[in-house]
């Protein structure tokens, strides 16, 4: 692969950020806004620096200076709307092109950003010695709809009583949403922060705080953080809120910031943090790297966990009080994954998106190693299996994932993942599942890394980069220093190399540079004649997700005389393998039989094949490959092999495939794993479900009471009456976790008529009945939602006659004393509240599955309510989930739609990206279903959703293409009318070529184009393609390397008027939409001089006004483009005047810009109707025409160059 | 532990009688009540006879009543004080009884002239007022006789105060020896329990606005209606101050010999300091900051440092 093989890090910018200020004033939690301004300190690196690009979403810039001077500046941000609202255009793969493309254009890591500045002249002669530049920038946002969330209870009082707060957040680097900055990973400096907030509140932020300091009038202070360690702006973050504030009682540079109320919760909580930090250190053998640590609850937080420089923000749902158990283990975790994060994502951070997995990986291997030490080998097994079940099954059901992409030369073709409905070339376009998978590879492979390089290897390679990384942080004045705090995955390798000695080279080709995981299937014979094992290992490396695996592997037999390991060679063609046994087929001798562990343990041997000394064989019992294997073997084998395997991860592959041999001995087996108190809980909790699968299969067989009633009556059950449960006491974990699965596997049984046994539902309502906490230090709020859940899988359709409406008169017996139950919970959580309304969350699920079975009417209404803002967010999560199922049953549009107005409304992010989660997951229909649903109109409100409704949030954007890629797949969607014939000839997109209905709106109009300053340039191409003539313009615009998304949403055809041939080749090459596409331009066009700064200056702040213009009509909206905006500009390109460009700069007649929208409005139209008319035969009359406009356009655009009149622009939001 | 059933038969027998005395003092005014009030009553108007027999010594016609009134209570008053007196010098004297020397004493010391005593008595007008009528000695209502009422033991001195009445200290069961059969407490307390919940919950559905999952009959099975909270994860998240109370309250004496039972069958860990020590982490409402803040001024943390004052900006 052509990873970057180049030692140092080459900056994709002309200048060296070397110290941010960012000072946010003042912070209204009223109106939801802030103003503040940031100072950039930057060295330019190449003479001349005329233009400095920077990041800012949704940012209102009021004015920049550069050195105390103004400079004008152009805000343009291409993913607001992703294509032209206008466009009839509904294909995922044209829009997911074009959204690649509009991030690209602004991608940070390229070089480029939403906010260019252009440095004042007078500085240019300074560029010769390369000056400092101070680049300083006022700014406000206003309800931002990301980057930071408030929060805000509706009641009474000041903020500091409601509770109110404050705090930013966001997907990968979303840092641009909140402060124009250089959003970038691979960019850092050192930071001075400053926040004002009313004196009943705390502002937390990263770095150290040096002082508050009240203001002048004693109403506010200001809290004053530096961070001298070189930090990347998307490690920046801020909270405000009157938070309660907890020293670390162990380590005082730690605090720990919670919601009012919650101090106790937040004690108890943090209480163990001090041991996690030991573990780290320890390991690493190095100091946490900042001066100080800050945790920070607050509520509706977008993500569980978020980590940066030296704070963390976490859901405050994850504090818990001592009483509850299950909440426990899952808050250890949540701290020592943002840990983790903080040492590699936070202090070392990544050099670029393809380098990701390295940091996202060693955070997550480390944080497996102290899930390791605290939770113990069990549990760590457990979960490495666990995730590779995820991952295995991801990459089988969707395609591979890529942990290490490249990208050569940018080309389309080379897309490394043609399977997938999204780009992976940037964070901001992955779907969340796919990046969720990513994760849970990248730390897999560590691991990987690790069996092969040993434990103190890897962790030498870790303490090496944090040394280099702490050596190159305190280089105060030394940059270029800094880069050593930026890791990539050549430098990761290298070091790997250095210190290990080791070839690597192999596996990261295999498992990084290449996607998907192996599939092998194993089989094998016992030849007795030569006392050998012959095993067969076939791989399936066709299907999707799959690849091709050839190296050594290891395969564990067990046999009469012990355990043996033997390493076998996959190579090309062999797939059977001899393996020598060494014990004999002779059992008479009754001698213990050694385990690999080094026991000896008694064994019935009866069951076993009297020829044959195998017990068990494992494929791959490490995990050393990121593999599925189907392995067959005796049903024997598999009873021996889940007894006596003492490795957590064979238990549970036994009990897997037990489930296929439902006999009276895997039933044994079950049972006796079941009963065994040495064995791990989760084998015991999923061997309950695997002995109600076997006990349903074996129905009409079945011996004795119900499986596991008896077993349960032994362990809790009172020993003076069998029928009654003790008291609850968790004081055993185990036996707890136990207590909770038992009735719910037990609900899954089954008589003959294939209802639930009435026995065990009695069983499960005399649980409920005798349930007794009063005496327990614990809550049994978890066991009691269990119960419920137990209830629910009790359930089986109702016998409906007909089909009449539900009532209560025809409700079946058992159902009503479920339903009674349910009630009452349901009412006494009204009353008594329990932790994380974990009951609540049960009964609406137990109520769904009543209405889903058909007991009760089937109404969204109950859900409706629950689902609603105000409620607990796992409460009303559920309800959604029940909405989001009653949706698919009922394929209801009204209730369809009232989701996906919560989607665009809900205050809370989480919930809005878990309505979409959710819709994908169970889809009301799906691309290969027809349905009622699927209308029109939905699908353009999803479009317009994905388009411009989520431009705030790359996650909700990428879970809304993941729910039309869901709904209607890549292509147009079926239920759109079919386009008009003989429009689409379009030989160029092969995407089209697939489906000839995807573009129909194609190759009419000309220069129809609405979008913002991009789209100019999509016209400014199209008319230089029609007249086959040389334009300066659009030369200029790709000359400067503009982004060529512009390219490719050109011409849609609101007049639809029939095609003419030269509009079919315009079209073809208005589809040009990569870099190739332009550097055609580039050479066709090459002779022609032109200062291109200029030029986009032009074209761009035209843009700029015209979204400014937008802003002020219509501020609530800025994701929509306004009609107008563009259109001043559609004389521009076609007119092929040299001298434009000096033009457009001497120009300064100060015209009012007021009025610009509407005048050119009027005269785009008058002009496009020329054009097709006259296109070919008055070019001169059309250049003539275009000048003029150009004069209206170069006046506004003047208008703009102004700063101050920029500013009385904008004059109504700087009022606010 | 007190008898409940002699305390409260006891209160509802002095309730009935105050009853009737009430009714049959909103008629007379003064009409006696009780065989004490009675007492003290025929005492009074023995003395009120005395001042007006008096007066009319004195030579007095007549005499408002509020005055006699005023002079019967100087004369109690003046009597009462020499009894009290008297009494008191005589427990002085460690007796039990007043004697003569004992009265004249404090008499003396009242500035009475004891020797003017005879005279006046053997005077000759002197109006002979008839014996005050009998009243009963106001007897200490008979107590419910209560088991044998203890005699003292030998190394008491017979001089000393008599036991109290048995039923003050004795302990009467009258209760039902309890059920301590397991299985029918367990059962008993679970529908109990069941009762009050659903008793509570329909009264709350009832009393508030509901949700129905019938539309046919929407008070077949009804739910409280869900009402979004401004704050809802301080509910979900806090132990409710009142499933801390009634995890305690639920523990309260009548369960107890209950869960003994129970615990004796095979939940042999008792966990109740346990439950005592985390009520105590957890405060109810669990807001204890500044406790907390005075305790961590000794180390230094950033965000503990006091708030600084603006600097005085300089006059430009």
């Given amino acids: 692969m052509n990873r970057k093989k180049d030692k140092g890090f080459e900056s994709p910018r002309p200048f060296k950020l070397t110290h941010q200020v960012v000072c946010i004033n003042n912070i209204n939690f009223q109106r939801k806004s802030v103003i503040g301004f940031v100072e950039l300190t930057l060295f330019p690196t190449v003479v001349n620096l005329n233009r400095i690009k920077l990041n800012s979403k949704q940012c209102r810039i009021y004015r920049v200076r550069v050195n105390e001077l103004e400079a004008p500046f152009i805000y343009n941000d291409p993913t607001l709307e992703v294509c032209h609202h206008e466009s009839k255009q509904r294909n995922l793969n044209y829009f997911s092109s074009a959204y690649t493309a509009a991030v690209s254009a602004v991608d940070p890591d390229a070089g480029h950003g939403e906010l260019v500045i252009k440095v004042p002249s007078e500085l240019w002669k300074q560029g010769d010695d390369l000056k400092v530049l101070k680049v300083y920038i006022e700014f406000s946002l206003d309800q931002p709809k990301g980057g930071l969330h408030f929060v805000v209870p509706d009641v009474e009082g000041s903020m500091a009583e409601r509770g109110a707060h404050v705090f930013s957040f966001g997907y990968q680097n979303s840092t641009r949403f909140w402060f124009p900055c250089v959003d970038s990973y691979s960019e850092l400096c050192t930071w001075k922060l400053e926040f004002t907030v009313d004196a009943s509140m705390i502002a937390v932020s990263c770095g150290d705080l040096v002082e508050t300091i009240y203001t002048h009038d004693m109403r506010k202070k200001t809290f004053h953080y530096v961070l001298p360690i070189p930090t990347a702006a998307p490690n920046i973050s801020l909270s405000v809120g009157p938070f309660e504030i907890l020293v670390d009682p162990y380590m005082h540079e730690v605090t720990h910031f919670c919601l009012p109320q919650l101090l106790p919760l937040l004690k108890h909580s943090m209480s163990y943090l001090h041991e996690i930090f030991e573990f780290y250190e320890e390991i690493l053998t190095c100091r946490y790297p900042y001066a100080c640590f800050k945790t920070v609850f607050v509520d509706e937080a977008y993500v569980q966990v978020s980590s940066y420089a030296s704070m963390s923000i976490f859901s405050t749902n994850l504090l818990h009080s001592a009483m509850i158990i299950d909440q426990t283990p899952q808050t250890r975790r949540c701290l020592a994954q943002a840990l983790a994060q903080q040492f590699f994502g936070c202090f070392i951070s990544r050099m670029s998106w393809a380098d990701e997995w390295v940091l996202k990986g060693i955070s997550g291997y480390i944080y497996g190693l102290y899930l390791k030490k605290t939770f113990g080998v069990n549990e760590y097994r457990h979960w490495i299996k666990e995730e590779l079940d995820k991952i295995v099954d991801y990459e089988l059901r969707m395609g591979g994932v890529l942990l290490h992409p490249t990208f050569s030369g940018g080309k389309e073709k080379d897309n490394p993942t043609p399977h997938l409905h999204f780009s992976i070339k940037h964070p901001h376009t992955l779907s969340w599942d796919y990046y969720k998978m990513f994760l849970c590879k990248a730390h897999l492979v560590m691991r990987l890394i690790e069996n092969r390089i040993s434990m103190e290897f890897m962790l030498q390679v870790f303490n090496k980069l944090l040394s280099l990384a702490s050596t190159a942080s305190s280089q105060k004045y030394q940059s270029h220093m800094w880069s050593q705090m930026l890791l990539s995955t050549h430098a990761f390798l290298k070091s790997i190399s250095n210190v290990s000695g080791k070839d690597i080279g192999p596996l990261i080709k295999q498992w990084v540079d290449q996607s998907s995981v192996v599939k092998f299937f194993g089989s094998f014979a016992f030849n007795r004649k030569r006392n050998v094992l012959e ?83 494992r494929i791959d019992p490490d995990m050393s490959i990121l593999r599925k294997v189907e392995f067959e073997q005796a049903d024997f084998m598999w009873q021996f092999q889940l007894r006596y395997e003492r490795d957590v991860v064979a238990q549970e592959e036994s009990i897997s495939a037990l489930e296929k041999f439902p006999t009276p001995a895997s039933r044994l087996a079950l049972t006796d794993i079941l009963e065994q108190e040495q064995c791990f809980y989760k084998v015991r909790m999923q061997a309950c479900f695997c002995l109600a699968t076997i006990a349903n299969a074996m129905v009409s067989t079945w011996q004795g009471p119900p499986a596991m009633k008896s077993l349960f009556t032994r362990m809790f059950c009172c020993k003076s009456c069998p029928n009654i449960v003790k008291t609850n006491n968790f004081i055993n974990f185990q036996s707890y976790f136990l207590l909770k699965t038992m009735p719910v596997a037990m609900a899954l049984l089954r008589d003959v008529q294939n209802l639930c046994p009435k026995d065990v539902l009695n069983f499960i309502l005399d649980l409920i009945k005798y349930n007794d906490n009063r005496k327990n230090k614990f809550s049994d709020n978890y066991y009691r939602a269990e119960l419920i859940e137990a209830l629910t899988n009790s359930l089986t359709p109702a016998i409906s006659i007909s089909n009449e409406v539900r009532t209560v008169d025809n409700l079946n017996g058992d159902v009503r004393l479920i339903l009674e139950e349910i009630t009452r919970f349901l009412n006494m959580e ?9 009951i609540t969350v049960s009964c609406l699920k137990a109520v769904r599955q009543l209405q889903k079975n058909g007991h009760i009417p089937s109404d969204p209404s109950l859900f409706k309510s629950y689902a609603e803002y105000g409620h607990f967010v ?17 394929r209801c549009a009204t209730e369809l739609q009232w989701l996906l107005v919560m989607v665009q409304n809900d205050p809370t992010h989480y919930v809005r990206h878990k309505i979409l989660g959710m819709l994908s997951k169970n889809p009301p229909f799906t691309k290969t279903s027809d349905s009622a649903l699927c209308n029109e109109a939905l699908v353009d409100q999803l479009w317009k959703l994905m388009n411009s409704g989520t431009s705030h949030d790359w996650r909700l954007r990428c879970d809304a293409v993941n729910l039309y890629y869901t709904l209607f797949g890549l292509t147009r969607p079926s239920c759109l009318p079919l386009p008009e014939l003989g429009l689409v000839l379009n030989l160029k997109e092969k995407k089209a070529v697939l489906n000839p209905t995807i573009k129909p709106e194609l190759g009419v109009g000309a220069g129809m184009d609405t979008a913002a300053s991009i789209g100019i340039h999509g016209v400014g191409m199209s008319f230089t393609a029609v007249d086959e003539e040389p334009d300066p313009i659009s030369l200029g615009v790709c000359g400067v390397g503009q982004p060529p998304q512009g390219l490719k949403r050109k011409a849609e055809t609101p007049l639809g008027s029939p095609p003419e041939p030269g509009q079919i080749l315009q079209q073809q090459d208005d589809d040009v939409r990569d870099v190739r596409g332009a550097g055609r331009y580039k050479i066709r066009f090459n002779t022609m001089e032109e200062e291109d700064i200029d030029m986009e200056t032009v074209h761009d702040s035209q843009a700029f006004i015209h979204q400014h213009l937008n802003l002020l009509e219509r501020p609530s909206t800025p994701g929509k483009e306004p009609l107008s905006v563009e259109q001043a500009m559609l004389s521009m390109p076609a007119t092929p005047v040299p001298s434009f460009s000096k033009e457009t700069t001497s120009s300064s007649s100060k015209h009012g810009g007021e009025h610009g929208g509407h005048h050119h409005h009027h005269h785009h139209h008058e002009h496009k109707k020329k054009k097709k008319k006259h296109k070919h035969k008055h070019k001169h009359k059309h250049k003539h025409e275009s000048k003029e406009k150009e004069r209206e356009r170069d006046n506004s655009h003047a208008y703009s160059n102004s700063p101050a009149s920029g500013r009385s622009l904008r004059s109504p939001s700087l009022s606010d | 532990m007190a008898d409940p059933a002699v305390a409260s038969g006891g209160s509802l027998h002095l309730g009935g009688r105050g009853g009737s005395g009430s009714g049959g003092g909103g008629s007379g005014g003064k009409a006696a009540t009780s065989p004490a009030e009675n007492y003290y009553l025929a005492r009074r108007r023995t003395l009120q006879v005395v001042v007006s027999a008096l007066l009319t010594e004195c030579g007095f016609e007549s005499a408002e009543k509020a005055a006699v009134e005023t002079l019967t209570e100087m004369m109690q008053s003046y009597i009462s004080e020499i009894g009290r007196c008297a009494k008191a010098y005589c427990e002085h004297t460690a007796r039990s009884l007043p004697t003569l020397p004992d009265t004249v004493v404090t008499l003396v010391e009242m500035g009475f002239n004891v020797d003017t005593l005879p005279v006046y008595a053997k005077r000759s007008q002197r109006m002979v007022i008839t014996a005050p009528p009998v009243t009963n000695q106001p007897a200490t ?38 059920v301590s059969d397991y299985q029918v407490v367990r059962e008993k307390a679970a529908s109990q329990r069941r009762d009050v919940e659903r008793a509570l919950t329909r009264f709350m559905a009832k009393t508030g606005e509901t949700q129905s999952l019938f539309k046919d009959d929407v008070t077949a099975f009804p739910l409280i209606a869900a009402r979004p ?40 860990i008792s966990d109740d300091p346990g439950a005592d020590k985390e009520n105590s982490m957890l405060p109810p409402g669990g807001v204890a900051p500044a406790a907390k803040a005075s305790e961590d001024n000794v180390i230094d943390n950033p965000y503990l440092r006091p708030v600084k004052k603006p600097k005085v900006r300089r006059k430009k």
């Fill in chain 1, 830 to 838: 009204k009353l008594l509240p329990s932790f994380r309304n974990t």
């Fill in chain 2, 141 to 178: 209502p008979r107590a419910l006789s209560a088991g044998q009422k203890r005699t003292h033991p030998s190394h008491i001195p017979s001089h000393f105060p008599e036991f109290p009445d048995p039923h003050t200290y004795i302990k009467t069961p009258t209760f039902r020896e309890p």
């Fill in chain 1, 535 to 617: 095993l067969e290992i076939r791989q399936d490396y066709t299907s999707a997700g799959t690849q091709k695996y050839v190296g050594p592997i290891k395969v564990t037999v067990q046999e009469l005389d012990g355990s043996f390991n033997h390493t076998l060679q996959i190579e090309e063609n062999s797939l059977k393998h001899d393996i020598p046994c060494h014990s004999k087929s002779r059992r008479n001798k009754k001698k213990k039989i050694p385990l690999m562990n080094g026991e000896e343990v008694d064994m019935d041997l009866s069951a076993m094949d009297a020829d044959s000394p195998l017990l068990w064989i």
């Fill in chain 1, 874 to 890: 796992d409460v009303r999560v559920a309800a959604l989930e029940a909405l989001v199922d009653y949706t698919r049953v009922e």
């Fill in chain 2, 229 to 268: 909270t401004t704050i809802p994860y301080l509910s979900a998240l806090l132990p409710s101050e009142l499933e801390l109370q009634t995890l305690e309250e639920t523990d309260s004496s009548e369960q107890d010999d209950q869960t003994d039972s129970e615990n004796a069958t095979g939940n042999n």
